[in-house]
Structures are given as structure tokens and as C-alpha cells.
């Protein structure tokens, strides 16, 4: 039994069943009495225990053989027979090929292509009988296990030994044909007597080996961030995990510029959370489009565009259900049904009425048929006698239908006269409804057709946004679209962008030398240029009414009231750039001017002066924190 089908049958709660059976067979090999009972076992162990047993007493060499080898003679299946005292070579026969143990599995045979009579070839075994067999052989003869010449697997033909261990003697030809062989197989043995059990273990084999498979490629396409960044350079760490991650970063130190409070609030407790705005998705929008466009559709949900022939509007739908109600059978109106029963009243007998008065009702009385005057001569004709009369005749006349009340009144009414009008009516399409609110309206429409696009349907399932991503309307991108178009149709800003050498979007992380706290700087682009690194922020931004003259001055004032040049001086340091520029883009519509502007040694000199301010300042207040206990790590795990 094989270690892989031992650990098979132990998932399949039978590894006791098998433990039992193979102690049976390696006691019979060894010819210990004390074979273990097998009849507590299942009954297809049984059958299978029983017969590795009787193949195993079969194979034990006898008492006097052994004392026999013991004593110096060859006994076959016990001596060695490449034993050189063994082995006398006849010279008139063809010299028979040398095998040589090379180690770790491998044999060389020297000398087969010299033979003058090749040997015939042994039926050869695929690899995995093969290594099934060793590990049979391993299990039975563990005495044997080792690199012997003794216990040899070949898939050529040789005088060693074949699959049954029963060596082959010095005088039988090589070119013999091997012996039939009665070699313990107790895989092919399950196979046949449970085959239900050795499918079951092949299914979970392959199973298991494709279950590992789509693990490793799952491991391999996934990178993994570790969960504290050392000192360094990382490319295309996503945007979630660097804002997670140790190390303080410019946005950090900008707020601790407004106060040491504020930082704590946004950084350390959070008790003010970060705000998403339009005007910040519209630069992120900007930003990926003119760095990272392929990226756009991770963090953006676009606003689906509305397909021809969707119903957008209330009308639409009406008009829809006006035009199909038109394509319908005319249905009968209520007047032509009230003309239909009116027509079948005129043809019935007219009933005799009863009269407002004496006369009116005498009158009525006289007119009746003979049968019907009931009122004797002699007696009085009192009005009430008179009326019982024509009522009595009334009654046997054919029953009028009325002709008032709905539609489905009168209906009811024609269906008593004539049900074949009525069943042609009803198997007429009903119209469909025009009234009621717009969501009745559209259910009234998907009635007819089930596959109507709706644009507020389309239009709710986008606002949904189960991924959480940041919501884009068509009209944001195409703003966002002709301002990237701006971009790269510049002279030099479009080189920056598109530069062969650029990087868009690395993270550094570093130590503060001053005061040793953990920082982080991610620039928007950087370019080597023979060893000349150049930094960039791309910048949106609002002046659609500054005079060309005073824009310059403009976006300086706007740089340090944003501490951009705060933000440059703690890239160039952190990230080791030589250069640092902004490229401003204005955003109002249909006015997308450019402006690049250089960072000075001035800017980044006064840059770097308030940002070793700021450091300290929060250096010493995690002093503060760190004796007040305060969690901070996040922010700097060496503290």
C-alpha cells in the first residue's frame, strides 16, 4: 500500500481497516504467527487482508533455505546473484551488459549496444506502477529499502531482478523471457474489489491537485503588501493601501500646520473624518485620466450611457402605451353595447303597464288576452284585482335585459342575449392603462415588454454603487475629457505626461532625520533625465477670471497658501528629486488654460523650514501621547 492511497483511506475513515491488514501481510513476510485476526474487519478488508496474506506465506522462504544461504550455498530468492563468487563468465557466450548503480534511482548499462544478440525487452511499466511498486516493496521489505543491487527497479531488461524479488540465477540466460510474476499489488487489489472506494480516492486526488493549482495562480496574481512599509521605493501600491499605511505624509503634516489639535482629531482619534467633495473627485478624475487612464474604472463608476430606444421620460412611456393601445381590436363601447340590448328589447313582446290610475289600469286590463282577465262578471273591478291580472300576464313574457350601468354591467347583459359576442370580446387584448404614477407606468409597460430599458431603472442601479467606488456623471467626463485632451496637447506639459521614462504614482517611505519619526511621500509623476529626477503634481483649479498679467503671481500665493511647497520640499527629500514642478490646469469649462510652474530653491528652501517646524512639533507631542499612552502606531511604529 502506497503512503498517497494510506492517506486516501484514512480521509475515507478506513485507515484502522488498512493499518490492521498491512501489520497481517509484514507478520506473514516475516513469518510471525501472530497474524492479527482479520475477521473484525470490514468484509471487502477481509477478502483483501486475506489473500495479501496468503500471497505473502507463499513468498516466505523457507526454514532450511535460509540456513542453507546462512551457510554459504546460493539458495535462489535469498542469495545475492550479482554477488562476483556467484557469477562465472562463459567467453563463448556474447558478453551480456553491465549495470551500474549511478545513485539516487538512476542505472547505467554499459555495453548493450555491443552485445551481438540484444535481450528481449521486459514488458515495461508506466511510471506510476512503478512508484506504486516501490513503495509496495518499501512497506514489505524495509530491510531492503536501501541502494542494493538486490532490489533493483529496471524498465529494461537485465539480469537482476524482476518485479517479484526472485533473483534471476547465473546460469538463465538474459535473453530469457521473465518469469510470470506473483508480485503483492494491494493498489490493484482495492481496485477490484472496492472499486466504488478507489474512484472515490482518484476523484479526490485530482480534485485536490486542482484545487492547489488554482490556489498557487491565485497567489501568484495577487501581490501581497506587507503590513509595515521599511525604508524604500514601492511601485503600484494601490491608493487604499498607502493611505493605510506607517509613516507620516504630507497631507498629515499640513494639517498639523493648522493645528495640533486638528491632527489629532483627523489622524490619531478621528473624530473628523475626511469629507469626500465634488471638487476633489473632479481632480482625482483629472489626475487618473492624464496619469493613469487605464486605471480609471478601479475607483470611478461611470454613468451609464442611456441606449437608443430607452424610455427616459414620463412622455415616452405614455406615448408608448397610447401606441400600443391604438394597434389593438376596437373594443366595444359601453353606447354600442346599450345599442345592442335596446335592439333586442324592441323585438320582445311589449309588457302591458300598470297604470297611474283607475282608467289607466282598466284601460291595461281590457287589452289583456281572455285567459288572462280573471275578474268575474258581477264582480267589482277594483284597480288592485285589475293589476294582479296584468302582472300575471307580464310574467310570462320574455324578461327585458337592462341597458344601464358600466361597461362590464352591460357586458353581463349582452352575454345573456348573445355569449358569442361576448367570448369574441373577450378574446380581444384589454388597452393598457395611462394613468397612475411612473413607476405604475413602467410595470404597465414591462406587462407587453419585459425587456423595455428604462433610464431610471439604469440610472438607480449605478447610484446603488455596491463597490463604493467614486460616482462620475456624463457631464463630469467630458469636462474631465477635454481638459486631459488640454493636457497632452501641450507642448510641455503633454511631453511630462507622456514622458518613456516617467512613473506615475510611487510611494517612498523614509526616516526624518531630525526627529526620527517615520514619513511617507507619494508624487504624482517622476522622470529620470540622465540622472537628473524630476518630480510633478498635477493641479486642478478655479481662476476663470484672472487676468493673464497677475496669474503667475496668482498661482504662487495659491502655492503657499496650500503649502504645496511644503508638500515639494518633503518629496524632493524623501524621494531624492533634483526638480520639482506643478502643472495647473483650469477646470471651468470649455477654459482649460495651462500653467507650469517650477519649484524655486526659494519655495522649496521656505517649504522645507516650515515642514522641519511642523515635524517637531508633532515629534514632541508624540512624546506627549506616548506618556499619556495615546495609540499612535499607525502613524510611526518605531516610537
Known amino acids: 500500500m502506497t503512503p498517497l492511497l494510506l492517506r486516501r483511506l484514512e480521509k475515507a475513515g478506513h485507515v484502522s481497516s488498512a493499518a490492521v491488514t498491512l501489520d497481517a501481510v509484514k507478520k506473514a513476510i516475516d513469518g510471525d504467527e501472530g497474524v492479527p485476526d482479520l475477521e473484525t474487519l470490514p468484509t471487502d478488508f477481509q477478502v483483501i487482508g486475506t489473500e495479501l496474506v496468503k500471497e505473502a506465506q507463499k513468498k516466505r522462504p523457507d526454514a ?13 530468492g535469498i542469495s545475492d546473484p550479482t554477488d562476483p563468487k556467484w557469477i562465472t563468465e562463459d567467453l563463448t557466450k556474447p558478453k551480456q551488459p553491465e549495470v551500474s548503480n549511478m545513485g539516487n534511482g538512476v542505472f547505467s548499462i554499459d555495453g548493450l549496444m555491443d552485445s551481438q544478440t540484444s535481450p528481449a525487452p521486459a514488458p515495461a511499466l508506466s511510471i506510476v506502477d512503478q512508484a506504486r511498486q516501490r513503495a509496495a516493496q518499501e512497506k514489505l521489505h524495509p ?22 524479488d526472485n533473483a534471476v540465477s547465473a546460469g538463465e540466460g538474459a535473453d530469457e523471457s521473465p518469469a510470470q510474476t506473483t508480485a503483492v499489488n494491494m493498489s490493484k487489489i482495492l481496485a477490484e474489489r472496492c472499486p466504488d472506494l478507489t474512484a472515490e480516492v482518484l476523484k479526490s486526488q485530482v480534485s485536490e491537485s486542482a484545487h492547489s493549482d488554482e490556489e498557487e495562480e491565485a497567489e501568484q496574481a495577487a501581490p501581497v503588501w506587507p503590513d509595515y512599509f521599511e525604508p524604500g521605493r514601492y511601485e503600484g501600491v494601490p491608493n487604499e493601501v498607502y493611505h493605510a499605511a506607517n509613516g507620516i505624509s504630507s497631507t498629515m503634516v499640513k494639517d498639523a500646520r493648522v493645528s495640533l489639535m486638528y ?35 478601479t475607483e470611478f463608476s461611470i454613468e451609464p450611457e442611456i441606449p437608443e430606444g430607452a424610455f427616459t421620460t414620463t412622455a415616452t412611456i405614455r406615448a408608448f402605451i397610447d401606441e400600443y393601445n391604438n394597434g389593438l381590436p376596437v373594443l366595444l363601447s359601453a353606447d354600442d353595447i346599450k345599442r345592442f340590448l335596446e335592439e333586442y328589447n324592441a323585438t320582445l313582446p311589449a309588457q302591458v303597464p300598470l297604470g297611474t290610475s283607475v282608467e289607466e289600469t282598466g284601460q291595461g286590463y281590457m287589452s289583456l288576452p281572455a285567459e288572462f282577465q280573471r275578474i268575474e262578471d258581477g264582480q267589482k273591478q277594483t284597480a288592485t284585482a285589475m293589476k294582479a291580472c296584468i302582472k300575471e300576464y307580464n310574467a310570462t313574457l320574455p324578461a327585458q335585459v337592462k341597458t344601464s350601468g358600466s361597461r362590464d354591467a352591460l357586458l353581463e347583459q349582452l352575454a345573456l342575449i348573445n355569449p358569442d359576442m361576448v367570448a369574441q370580446e373577450a378574446q380581444k387584448a384589454q388597452p393598457l392603462k395611462v394613468s397612475g404614477t411612473k413607476a405604475d407606468l ?19 442601479a449605478w447610484r446603488e454603487n455596491p463597490e463604493g467606488k467614486v460616482l462620475v456623471t456624463r457631464q463630469q467626463l467630458a469636462t474631465a475629457l477635454a481638459i486631459q485632451k488640454a493636457l497632452l496637447n501641450h507642448p510641455t506639459a503633454g511631453k511630462l505626461l507622456t514622458h518613456p521614462s516617467r512613473a506615475v504614482e510611487v510611494s517612498y517611505f523614509g526616516i526624518d532625520e531630525e526627529t526620527g ?36 503671481a496668482k498661482l504662487h500665493r495659491e502655492i503657499i497658501e496650500r ?57 514632541e507631542r508624540f512624546r506627549h501621547w506616548r506618556l499619556a499612552g495615546a495609540d499612535y502606531r499607525r502613524l510611526h511604529r518605531r516610537a
Open 64 to 76: 532450511n533455505q535460509v540456513l542453507a544461504a546462512e551457510r554459504g550455498e546460493y539458495v535462489e
Open 143 to 164: 530491510a531492503n529499502s536501501g541502494e542494493t543491487t538486490s532490489n533493483v527497479q529496471m524498465e529494461t531488461a537485465q539480469p537482476v531482478e524482476d518485479e517479484n
Open 263 to 297: 491632527f489629532e482629531a483627523r489622524h490619531v482619534s478621528k473624530t473628523i473624518q475626511k469629507v469626500r467633495s465634488p471638487v476633489l473627485d473632479m481632480g482625482n478624475l483629472v489626475h487618473a485620466l492624464a496619469l493613469q487612464p487605464e486605471q480609471l474604472e
Open 442 to 460: 413602467i410595470q404597465t409597460v414591462k406587462s407587453v415588454k419585459p425587456d423595455a430599458l428604462f433610464a431610471d431603472e439604469l440610472l438607480d
Open 517 to 552: 519619526l517615520e514619513v511617507r511621500v507619494r508624487p504624482d509623476l517622476e522622470i529620470d533625465m540622465g540622472g537628473q529626477r524630476i518630480g510633478a503634481d498635477l493641479k486642478t483649479i478655479s481662476m476663470w477670471n484672472i487676468k493673464q498679467e497677475g496669474l503667475r
Open 563 to 619: 503649502d504645496y511647497h511644503l508638500s515639494a520640499a518633503m518629496y524632493c527629500e524623501t524621494a531624492a528629486l533634483d526638480q520639482f514642478f506643478w502643472i495647473f490646469v483650469n477646470k471651468d469649462e470649455n477654459y482649460h488654460w495651462i500653467a507650469i510652474i517650477e519649484a524655486s530653491e526659494e519655495l522649496l528652501e521656505l517649504g522645507m523650514l516650515e515642514y522641519r517646524k511642523a515635524m517637531r512639533a508633532i515629534g
